[in-house]
């Protein structure tokens, strides 16, 4: 998978501050550390959760050392529905994977706790859309809309240049420990930076969460159980919701490969290019992605969809 997959990494351990809550249950947030933004308002059996809003249930899933905190912002810009973001695993304010713990594991957690909560459409960025992605196979008929953006898929077309840029970000951050920089060196790929780097602003922001990453992926197997097995696109022939498909037009050409697939394997499957971004359209130019996302979204909810809200067996 190219674009923001994540080195291997990480040895399963509870990072310092937390703690694992239960099944379901109720839990805390973790000890903030110093420089944390404000805390979440729940959690998702250890994933840490924020919500803004009324309306409609949407979810939002980031991309690799990103976290919920990217995307207030732009819910500003989509009132009349209630947002909800959620920290993966390493991230932000949440636990890591457990032992055992895989991508289907993941899949099948999300999708309960969205349809608990009432959550009928989905929008997911760069590697939150390897989790979204396991979600619509296996759970076809749960979401009444799905929005990937930048997409990518486990066992997809990869970048050799940004796979060696992974090699070298685990190097360094074995090798010196430093949260700023391995940071740095991160936000340094062109490949999926670019286009915020023209963009200073959204540069400065996107670059204080990522400064907050811990890094704690990098050690042992970390976020391997997410990137393995291959996904199997073609099955998303069973996703009958409308899917938007949506990349810059300068795009990575391996995420531009996915995203084809993607909208192609989908009955209700839309490709939109946004001209002028590039691997983060969606906060590169957030205005006018969010008008695209916003004229999905309420094409949705007109349409609905045979049997939302049911979890696949």
Known sequence: MTGDRPAPGGDGERRAGGRTPGEDGPSRSPAPRRGDPPGPSAHWDGLAVVEEGDGPGVLWLHGYTMSA?????????????RHVAVDLPWHGRSRPLRAGEDRAALADLLVRRALHDSVRH??????????????????????????????????GPQD?????????????HRRTGSRGRTAELWMSCRPIFGGVAARPAVRSALAAVIGRHAWDELGGTGMRPLLEPRQ?????????????????DGEIPAHHACARTIAAAAPGGVLHVLPGTGHLALLEEPRAALEIVD?????????GSAGPGQVSR
């Open 232 to 248: 199997p696109v073609t099955r998303l022939c069973a996703v009958t919701a409308p899917l938007l498909v949506l990349v810059g």
């Open 122 to 155: 989905v929008v997911a960025l760069s590697f939150g859309t390897v989790v979204a992605l396991e979600m619509a196979l296996r759970h076809p008929h749960a979401f009444t809309s799905w929005t990937f953006a930048a997409p990518s898929y486990a066992g």
């Open 295 to 303: 004229a999905h979204l309420a094409r949705a909810g007109f349409r």
């Open 69 to 81: 905190e990217i995307w207030p912002p732009l819910w500003r810009r989509l009132p009349g529905y």
């Open 160 to 172: 050799p240049a940004i796979e060696r840029h992974y090699l070298d970000l685990a190097l360094l």
